[in-house]
């Protein structure tokens, strides 16, 4: 079955320090990777997604994540958070027929400053 | 409206009670996905609909959950005899064409309590 693993359920940073939200997935013949932020209490919203071409790609707020195959991995990263980046962020992989989504189990971002 | 409305925001049902969740998606978007997302973890897709048809209900956890879209564009999401492992938020997500490059829309949740 696929799934999506994303292996740290709180990462901790400092304002103005780099970071990177680990994603894994199982591997299969089409991939489609999706990245979404949920703030509290609200829905979730589209980071960015990756449906081919391109391995990195970059999607809003001054995010981006790397495809890479070998690796089965879907890496977000951000060079310079801010403390409004702190939220809970869900990796994803999409059925290329319906748009339905699988999640991972998401990963809490916490900006100090 | 703007975006994907959800009501209630909050709902506290007794144990064994009946519950319906209501879902206004964009308008004219044609899918429409129910998503349960338990305390701490990602969202696990329920159900979805093409316009009015129901396609895949493949993630509904019993018999007891059921949902509808009968004029293809408001949704109920409805749970039957409630119990405490229901206790979730229920998102609602649409898109205005059945593909997984077209970007699904999220509505704010409603959070179930059964008590």
């Known amino acids: 079955a696929q799934s999506v693993t994303q292996l740290d359920s709180q990462v901790p940073v400092f304002e103005e320090a780099p970071v990177e939200l680990r994603c894994n997935y199982s591997?299969?013949?089409?991939?489609?990777l999706f990245w979404y932020v949920q703030y509290p209490n609200q829905g979730l919203q589209l980071l960015l997604k990756y449906l081919s071409g391109s391995t990195l790609v970059k999607g809003i707020n001054g995010f981006e994540a790397e495809f890479n195959k070998s690796q089965t991995s879907f890496h977000l990263r951000k060079p310079s958070v801010h403390i409004s980046d702190t939220a809970e962020y869900f990796c994803?992989?999409?059925?290329?027929?319906?748009?339905?989504?699988?999640f991972g189990q998401g990963t809490t971002l916490q900006v100090k400053p | 409206g703007a975006g994907v409305s959800q009501s209630p925001r909050y709902k506290v049902a007794k144990r064994g009670q009946d519950v319906a969740l209501r879902c206004d998606p964009i308008?004219?978007?044609?899918?429409l996905f129910w998503y349960q997302q338990a305390l701490g973890q990602g969202p696990e897709f329920l159900t979805y609909f093409q316009n009015e048809a129901q396609l895949d209900k493949s993630g509904l956890p019993s018999d007891r959950f059921f949902a509808e879209r009968p004029e293809g564009s408001v949704s109920t999401l409805k749970i039957q005899r409630t119990q405490q492992e229901d206790s979730a938020v229920y998102l609602c997500a649409s898109s205005w064409k059945s593909m997984v490059n077209t970007e699904a829309f999220f509505g704010q949740g409603t959070r179930l309590t059964v008590v």
């Open positions: 994803a992989r999409g059925s290329s027929n319906t748009g339905k989504l699988i």
């Open positions: 308008s004219g978007h044609v899918s």
């Open positions: 591997s299969s013949v089409s991939v489609y």
